[in-house]
């Protein structure tokens, strides 16, 4: 059995109730039930953690770095646009990795245009609200295995 760790960074523990105009009404919680329950028809077993810490976010990548892993879905949150850290911690882990966002950040504020982790990933999914993270886990589970970091799609 297949593992995959998803990460999800500062404020997604309020989703449902922060700015559901832009995020949606759907809580965290139901996002990874949904996740993990169409993971298991993939033969993947899904793990999770959330937090609002960069620090605590780069060490949970680098505790999972070797350990088995097919690769790691990130949603950084508000760290996407300036946590060079944490875009050091994926290229250290040699982790495959998808970075995923509920809204289209190409369509928001112009700070949040710019993401630092997208080159170290490869794929970046965007505006597909909770279904992004099914097109993440399907990007990640789908990814050759001699695939680099270099070669990424959007979607």
Do not use: W
Request: hydrophobic content about 35%; some cysteine; overall charge positive.
């Amino acid at each position: 059995m297949e593992k995959v760790y998803l990460i999800n960074g500062p404020n997604l523990n309020m989703l449902g109730k922060r700015e559901p105009e832009i995020y949606g009404k759907t809580t965290l919680g139901q996002i990874v039930r949904v996740l993990k329950m169409l993971s298991r028809k993939r033969d993947v077993r899904i793990k999770h953690f959330q937090s609002n810490h960069e620090g605590k976010i780069i060490d949970k990548i680098h505790s999972i770095a070797n350990k088995g892993f097919k690769g790691l879905i990130i949603n950084p949150g508000a760290f996407t646009h300036y946590s060079y850290a944490i875009r050091d911690a994926i290229k250290a882990s040699g982790l495959k990795t998808v970075e995923i966002h509920l809204s289209n950040i190409d369509k928001r504020e112009d700070f949040r245009k710019i993401s630092v982790i997208k080159e170290v990933c490869i794929a970046q999914i965007m505006g597909l609200g909770p279904t992004g993270y099914i097109k993440a886990l399907e990007a990640l589970l789908d990814a050759k295995d001699e695939e680099s970091a270099g070669s990424k799609s959007e979607l």
